[in-house]
């Protein structure tokens, strides 16, 4: 089981957690959403759970939960810019249908 960062989203959660001041490195997870019944969840995280499971890449750590893991496994989580917009995208392997909006996705 691994969750990958790209060089760009590696750089962008170290910047951060350098402005930001604390945190331990950056959460993934999932809930139940949309119209193809999941979406992702991102944040930066201040602690590790007992039921967490880390990985580190290019010194971050990814911090996601053991239910969520299943559904993401093999992700690789990218950082774009395009213009004067910016997001962290995902490529999961496991995904089987993506809503037209891009919100949420199915396994």
Same mark, same amino acid.
């Given at each position: 089981?691994?969750?990958?960062?790209?060089?760009?989203?590696?750089?962008?959660?170290?910047?951060? &957690?350098?402005? $930001?001041? +604390?945190?331990?490195?950056? $959460?993934?997870?999932? $809930?139940?959403? %949309?119209?193809? %019944?999941?979406?992702?969840?991102? #944040?930066?995280? /201040?602690?590790?759970? =007992?039921? @967490?499971?880390?990985? #580190?890449?290019?010194?971050?750590?990814?911090?996601? @939960?053991? !239910? +969520?893991?299943?559904?993401? /496994?093999?992700? !690789?989580?990218? *950082?774009?810019? #395009?213009? &004067?917009? !910016?997001?962290?995208? *995902? $490529?999961? =392997?496991?995904?089987?249908? !993506?809503? %037209?909006? %891009?919100? +949420? *996705? +199915?396994?």
């Amino acid at each position: 089981m691994a969750i990958s960062l790209t060089s760009s989203a590696a750089t962008r959660v170290r910047s951060y &957690l350098e402005k $930001r001041g +604390s945190g331990v490195g950056l $959460r993934l997870g999932v $809930r139940k959403s %949309g119209c193809n %019944g999941w979406a992702y969840t991102i #944040d930066y995280a /201040d602690a590790v759970q =007992p039921s @967490d499971v880390v990985f #580190d890449q290019a010194g971050v750590k990814v911090i996601v @939960d053991t !239910e +969520s893991l299943d559904l993401i /496994d093999g992700t !690789e989580v990218d *950082f774009v810019k #395009d213009g &004067l917009n !910016e997001a962290f995208k *995902f $490529r999961n =392997p496991n995904v089987k249908g !993506e809503c %037209g909006c %891009g919100e +949420s *996705f +199915s396994v």
